[in-house]
């Protein structure tokens, strides 16, 4: 298994550059779906439509699972093509935003091409999460196109688990 690249906000303060990057892909999205609409004549009730297929071409969209085991998260996301170096991952204690840009360069072949779909790739895939984690603590490896992050959950405060002992009982 390959090693991935993690930056950590611990903090949760959504200074690192990727928060940027990320918020004017929405807006790259919201004007994508706005002239899907308009595309179509605005006209009411595909709206979610136009939505998701604005996502899907602005940001792409991996497939993911999460999980809880042993108090930890663990997320799988679908990278076929991207090497370790391709991917970044930034962890907040609320949610990890995956970041993958691989480039194909096709030149040099000894055949005409007519049409093609290589060239660069780009993808964002954010993961909101059900409770805290400790960012710090998040690690990442890329196996055979799957990207697996494992983000260990962040101890209750000292309150909450009195009161989850007391009423255990």
Do not use: C
Not at 42 to 47: F, L
Not at 48 to 72: F, H
């Amino acid at each position: 298994m390959s090693h991935v690249q993690i930056h950590r906000d611990a903090d949760g303060e959504r200074s690192l550059p990727v928060f940027q990057e990320l918020a004017d892909r929405l807006d790259a999205v919201r004007e994508r779906a706005f002239a899907l609409f308009s595309r179509r004549g605005g006209q009411p009730g595909r709206e979610l439509e136009d939505w998701v297929t604005a996502e899907r071409e602005v940001l792409g969209w991996p497939v993911a699972e999460l999980k809880e085991r042993n108090g930890s998260y663990e997320v799988d996301v679908t990278l076929p093509g991207f090497s370790p170096k391709d991917i970044e991952v930034t962890a907040t204690p609320n949610e990890m935003i995956v970041h993958a840009v691989a480039t194909t360069d096709r030149s040099g072949e000894d055949s005409r091409v007519l049409w093609s779909e290589f060239g660069q790739q780009e993808i964002y895939r954010r993961i909101d999460l059900p409770t805290a984690i400790n960012a710090d603590k998040v690690s990442a490896s890329l196996d055979h196109g799957v990207l697996h992050l494992k983000a260990p959950k962040s101890a209750p405060p000292a309150a909450d688990r009195e009161l989850e002992e007391a009423a255990k009982g």
